[in-house]
């Protein structure tokens, strides 16, 4: 038997359960994880909720329904977590992993810092906490031209306008989330205003304003934060059991990680102040020297963004898209759960 391969787990947040994906859950995991969803849907049903199941298995994709906090988390943290159990450990040894925005959560249950079930847990009651928040959203904007390479000094200046919006009176406007080729920034609706109104022209893509999407990470969110400590007791958390890299690049290591700390950060921290995906995934290729990098599902859009980050400290000589793209025609370093010819290498 060959040796295994170390793999970087990396779980997607919102955004990532489309119309693609509908019945995805039982199509994939119905036959082998059929005990765990009824034991998830169980606890959707204990609070009065349409279960995972009844979600998944919608006979059509709504975008008012399914897009829906309360809704999209737990369908995807069930699908990345089925994913994550169905990644075949005698081919591939986790050493650590990660996760993005919403995915934090999925992360903590990965890493062992918190079971499935209360993983699943705290997905479900943040999809609904995450629709405390004062008004606002989110707005994307791409830093990166067409070979995923940033544009000379774009990044700064546009980081500079948000400051310069997010210190007038009466508007509020910050970073979110840096997905290393895309910047997310969130505020209330002078701020966003104001933001699509004065930023310069970006490359590939128009300022997107994100559908359903509150203003998070950042201080307008302090009801969600409020509202998480009061309902999701430390005592859901232990130590991990695979190193977690959380959204500031810090790594939350076997043994030495303080529960309460984790307890506090996930509900703290990662709701109010900026969340680095870029750095997170960095610091882990760099800590850990992954062989490969496993995305599980539901879908595969977080792979452009990961693939990015990659690039921005050239990992093993990756310098820009067609680098990339050539390094995974002839030795993928990029296994997406959600593409069914590198799912197959993962599952075997």
Known sequence: MSARRTALVVA?????????????????????????????DALRAERGQPTVTELDGAERFSVATHMRGDVAAPLIY???????????????????????????YSALALGGAVSIEDGFRISN????????????????????????????GLRDHLLDLVAGIGDRPGHALALSIDLAGMLVIAGDEPGLAALLAEAPPTPGRDPLRLAGHGPFHTPLMFGSSDKAKAELPASLFGGP????????????????????QVWDYTFGHQILAPYDFSLSVQVAVK???????????????LGGAIAQALIGIEWQGITGKADFMARQAADPILLSMGRGEQRALVTG
Not at 246 to 258: A, P, Q, V
Request: proline share 8%.
């Open 12 to 40: 997607p947040g919102r955004g990532t359960y489309g119309k693609g994906e509908l019945g995805s859950i039982a199509r994939l995991h119905g036959a082998r994880f059929a005990e765990m969803i009824a034991n998830l």
């Open 78 to 104: 069930t699908a990345t977590a089925l994913d994550y159990l169905s990644i075949d450990r005698e081919k591939f040894d986790v050493v650590a992993v990660a996760g993005n925005s919403m995915g934090w």
């Open 125 to 152: 009651a943040m999809g609904l906490n995450s629709q405390t928040h004062g008004p606002g959203g989110q707005i994307l904007l791409q830093v990166v031209d067409e070979d995923w390479r940033p544009v000379p």
């Open 241 to 260: 059991a695979i190193p977690m890299v959380d959204g500031r690049g810090h790594i939350w290591r076997r043994f030495s990680s303080d529960p309460m």
């Open 287 to 301: 800590e850990f020297a992954p062989d490969v990098i496993i995305l599980p599902g539901p879908g595969d859009t």
